[in-house]
């Protein structure tokens, strides 16, 4: 049987009404944005969103995407990339793409010019309401711890908040160690690797 969730909620509202919460204050039934306090929460929201997403996490960093040109050789930057390097760029320095002028910008042959597909690896921007469970809430955690500190200036309280995003943080942490499929042999994405078996010797 389904749960009763309502899907139609807005993520940001609950995100926003979590941190009135945690600083006493009362929810709301909508995001006015023309109310001051509302408008600061939000803006804070946002702020811990983007550096938590800029960290590079297993749901919004992308290995191999290829970037083509436009007809004049240009690759526009896109809006919604926070990072990007040139694929095996450590191994093969042949090109170093930055972001310049609303382009990409190759600074090791000083040109904006690319008449080939560039490979890159990528750490995308999502919208709040597109980002796994566990990291809106360690989001909205942080958010209450910072806007405690900037509203409130209660020590006490943002130190109980802080023990909080720490536990949102592990959270987010086992989700990506799960979700990351990490290994310390360092086995390429797209290969396959399996350990030594002890029944294979015995089923000599």
Known sequence: MYNTYDYDIDPELVAVNSVLGAIGQAPVQRLEYKNPEISFIYNI????????????????????????????????????????????????????????EGKLYDKQNHTYKFPNDITCD??????????PEVFRRYITA???????????????????????????????MEYECNQGDYTF??????????????YRTLAR
Do not use: H
Not at 55 to 67: A, I, L, M, Y
Not at 122 to 131: A, C, Q, Y
């Open 122 to 131: 990528v750490t995308w921007r999502f919208n709040f309401k597109d980002l």
């Open 185 to 198: 042999f360092g086995t390429p994405k797209g290969t396959a690797y399996r350990s030594y078996q002890p």
């Open 142 to 172: 942080k958010a209450s711890v910072r806007a405690a500190t900037q509203l409130l200036g209660n020590a006490d309280m943002v130190k109980i908040l802080a023990q909080q995003e720490a536990i949102s943080r592990a959270a987010a």
């Open 45 to 100: 929201l946002n702020e811990v969103n983007l550096d938590v997403q800029n960290e590079g996490w297993t749901f919004n960093r992308e290995e191999g995407v290829v970037f083509k040109s436009n007809d004049k050789d240009i690759i526009p930057f896109p809006p919604n990339v926070l990072r990007i390097d040139i694929s095996e760029g450590q191994t093969y320095r042949y090109t170093d793409v930055v972001r310049r």
